[in-house]
């Protein structure tokens, strides 16, 4: 969820087996609690459920599954976002293309560990039932555009592209000072990303959100990390990708990759040429077209599921990300000089159910009008969907600066008020934080604080 250190610091933080259907069948589960009532016309409020964070919970328990669901119910959340398929690219649905998780790598006692899952029921069909049995809608969220995670403190590597050679050939380019090399090459740790523009890349996630859409008892699917590399815009210079810019175009370019960006380049300067300009537009048009695809897809297989993508609210500069979420009608060419037509014509929203927007200001950034505030991004966020699709935003409560260390219960009501009030819903990153710092009363709090209000209109 968003970039690499907002994932590596989340770490610090179904086939149901035998034994668990037995019980069922003969009634010897607890009691399940009635569904707390549902105002039609309350906003409504999810909460992350981040796969690598909460592994230590639920990788092998359904027993916690149901018992955090209910929790999460009770503090007055709507919905859950469950996590199914980290930053390693392995999955934890079932899938005919992608390796099932096994292990994933966990921050324990003060060192990173692989955490091992040897329980074989059905994560995401087990998040369903027990998610569904305590009142709550059930979101599955991926992380897109990923296929492996190499791993701090030289724990190891993990994920498709460094055990399946055919797939090596899928990761991303990036235009380094010492030229072109595939992000496997990267030394530092992190996600290692594919190229959005390979079309077997773009199969491969299409295929995914088919098997998603195929659980017919999920209410949506959530693209996460749907964009171009943590390099930003060193990342994507592959053949593949020269020549389908190429072809958008309409000519070759020659110096490859210099006419576009100096090998090495992060920023943009302060004059940016129409060479540039075009490379940034081909890459929103990129995401736009995978996008389009995959709700498409998701619809064919059912009608019924709400399709989304998890976007960070910095529009200002995600083009360095290759993502223009906004709506078509927004127009982004007069605020920013690195936008064109084109680039606000690739606009997605309109192809999404619903979006949600990573509030992620600091603890002391609540109120404000601009980026890096939270009601700013609230509000700066429904300017530029323009009514296209609903969204819900919210902050990082344990990554953000002044989050890091728990003791911000006394700001979430006012968290929950500002930016429910201002967005469609409300988002929340992550569980592991609210049980980390024990936050389920303050969100109790802020949320009956805002149904209090809901019910006397």
Known sequence: MGFILLYVLSLLACRPDSAYKWEEEWGKTDPIPEKPEVN?????????IDAAANFDDY???????????????ETGFTDIIVDVRPTTGDVLFKSS????????DKWRNGSYVWAQRTADFDYLQAFIE??????????????????????????????MVFTDESKKAWCSVQNRAGGLASCLDDPD????????????????????????????????IVLDRCRYDDSGLMSDFSETSRKAFEQYIGESVSN??????????????????????????????????LVEKAAKKAHEVNPDIRFGVYVGAWYSSYYTSGVNWASPKYNCKQEYSWASADYQAAGFAD????????????????????????????????????????????PDIGNSSGFENGGKGSLVPDIVKTCIANADGLF??????????????????????????VNNQ
């Open 40 to 48: 039609p016309t309350a906003k409504p409020r999810y909460v992350w």
């Open 59 to 73: 990788g092998n328990s359904v027993e916690k599954i149901r018992e955090d669901c209910r929790k999460i119910a």
């Open 97 to 104: 293309v992608a390796p099932a998780l096994t292990r994933i």
């Open 130 to 159: 027990e998610g569904h049995a305590a009142g709550l809608k059930v979101n599955a969220a991926m992380n897109t555009l990923v296929g492996g995670y190499q791993c701090p403190y030289g724990l190891g590597r993990q994920g």
């Open 189 to 220: 740790y992190g996600a290692r990303f594919l190229n959005p523009a390979n079309r077997d890349v773009q199969d491969f996630v299409i295929t995914l959100v088919a098997e998603l859409a195929a659980y017919k008892d999920l209410d949506g």
């Open 256 to 289: 490859w990759p210099s006419a576009v960006f100096a090998p090495g380049t992060t920023s943009l300067g302060a004059s940016v040429s129409t060479l540039q300009r075009q490379w940034l537009t081909f890459r929103v048009k990129t995401i736009h077209d």
């Open 351 to 394: 192809h999404l159910d619903f979006l949600f927007l990573g509030a992620y200001a600091g603890a002391d950034s609540i109120h404000g009008s601009q980026e890096w505030t939270m009601e700013g991004f609230c509000k700066l966020g429904g300017k530029r969907l323009a009514g296209a699709v609903p969204y819900a935003a919210g």
């Open 428 to 453: 929340i990153f992550d569980l592991c934080h609210i049980k980390m710092y024990d936050y389920w009363s303050s969100f109790k709090t802020g949320i009956d604080a805002y149904l209090k209000t």
